[in-house]
């Protein structure tokens, strides 16, 4: 199957949008989803990062270096409590499609740029049941249960996570931070309370931020990127319906009381309950659901102290998730960077600490050794005056790693005070960044 991803790879746009739109509205959902797996099926130098889990609290995978090699439970706990960060992410697929390692590439991406800045990360993807077998909220439960899973049973703070979702994973991921942190926020919807205030009652410390890439957030079609991206995106209007038609009992429609994340069409307030301090969403202007995903953005920014950042290409829904869809290799590696640069900044203002690169320590390694293989050498050709020449440069040393410790210090307090005050990044990073 590997050479048939290699030639959807090379395929130009016109062809290859259809062919996945092919897939994901293929009945039955079956058959839609044996050839989607083969299609996104990891490949053998990705193997050894993936660790499956298929029963207990939660199904789904671990994701990091080396992970495959985890022998046990408490080997896992182990490395999830040990790694600097947790990225709970939650996949799409129209709720009828997908796995949790179907975007290795991604995957293993974040992991190596996440290192590369310091950062040593862990991924934990969830497997949810998939519609039309698995009806509404079935889904939702999945993936509440693998995040209270992480927060209690692993007892991994808000401050070392950042949640992700994409398409219908989104949804899912929206359902579960309202659930998780604020399950009274429905309580709040409609009439006089539609604005009101909302005190959270679940975890007290949200994640330390949010990724969405095209994320569902009505069962609406009327905005005006619906007709005019129709024939451009890999979701169309009679595939939308179809979704929803299969994700719901059929004497069941789809409305904010009886689809929570719904509700998001209806609130004005309480955002900050529920939805981190930092946010950025990946749109395709191409995509029929631009429209609403920027109105619900721009409410957000309205109402809220939250920072959102908004990341559009010209390109279709879930861009950058599905990454065979993108051609032009640059465009992916520029997201990146704004993706890991967000992350590192959202857990520098979380943590109140700033976090040194890789090349960073590496330069401050090769400095000590430096000065190691000096204090060697000096002691060789002066032995009459040794004791006094290793205490001088011992001091040195010392006087050296203070000042680095108070530097850091220094630069901690400073974050502290700047991000509290600022977003946590230029809307302007890139090029890529619209307001």
């Known amino acids: 199957m590997d050479h048939v991803r290699q ?59 080396n992970m495959q090699s985890a022998e046990s439970y408490e080997d896992v706990k182990a490395r999830v409590q040990k790694a600097d960060l947790i990225i709970f992410t939650i996949h799409g697929g129209g709720f009828r499609i997908g796995t949790s390692t179907m975007y290795m590439k991604a995957y293993t991406t974040w992991i190596e740029m996440l290192k590369d800045n310091g950062i040593h990360a862990i991924i934990m993807s969830v497997k949810y049941r998939l519609s039309p077998e698995a009806k509404y909220p079935e889904p939702t439960e999945d993936c509440v249960r693998a995040y209270q899973h992480l927060r209690n049973s692993l007892a991994v703070p808000g401050n070392k996570i950042v949640v992700t979702g994409d398409s219908a994973g989104g949804a899912l991921l929206f359902e579960t931070m309202m659930d998780c942190h604020a399950p009274d926020v429905y309580d709040h919807l409609g009439g006089d309370n539609a604005t009101g205030a909302i005190e959270s009652k679940g975890y007290p410390d949200l994640p ?17 990127s619906w007709k005019a991206n129709d024939k451009h995106d890999i979701v169309t209007t009679k595939f939308a319906k179809q979704v929803l ?16 994340v719904l509700a998001l069409s209806r609130m004005e307030k309480g955002f900050e309950v529920f939805l981190p301090k930092n946010v950025i969403v990946y749109v395709g202007k191409k995509e029929v659901m631009r429209d609403d995903i920027l109105e619900l953005c721009n409410r957000v920014k309205r109402n809220s102290t939250i920072n959102v950042q908004v990341v559009q290409e010209d ?121």
């Open 208 to 224: 330390a931020a949010m990724m969405l890439s095209s994320p569902l957030v009505t069962e609406k079609f009327d905005a005006p």
């Open 7 to 65: 030639f959807m790879r090379g395929m130009p746009n016109q062809i290859s949008v259809p062919t996945v739109k092919m897939i994901l509205q293929m009945n039955p959902p079956t058959a839609a989803r044996a050839l989607m797996n083969d299609l996104t099926r990891p490949l053998k130098h990705q193997l050894p990062y993936i660790k499956k889990v298929h029963g207990g609290a939660w199904r789904g995978a671990w994701i990091g270096e």
């Open 315 to 435: 390109l279709v829904h879930d861009w950058y998730m599905i990454r065979d869809l993108v051609k032009k290799k640059s465009i992916l590696e520029q997201n990146d960077r704004v993706f890991i640069r967000f992350i590192k900044q959202a857990l520098e203002q979380a943590q109140g600490h700033s976090i040194r690169s890789s090349a960073q320590f590496k330069e401050v390694r090769s400095r000590q050794g430096r000065q190691a293989s000096m204090s060697e050498s000096f002691m060789s050709s002066s032995s009459a005056n040794s004791s006094s020449a290793q205490t001088a440069l011992e001091s040195s040393l010392a006087a050296e790693s203070e000042l680095l410790e108070t530097l850091s210090q220094v630069g901690s307090h400073k974050d502290r005070r700047s991000t509290s005050e600022t977003p946590i990044a230029s809307p302007t990073i890139l090029g890529l960044i619209t307001v």
């Open 245 to 260: 038609r299969e994700y719901f009992d059929p004497e069941v429609a789809p409305t904010p009381e009886t689809m929570k």
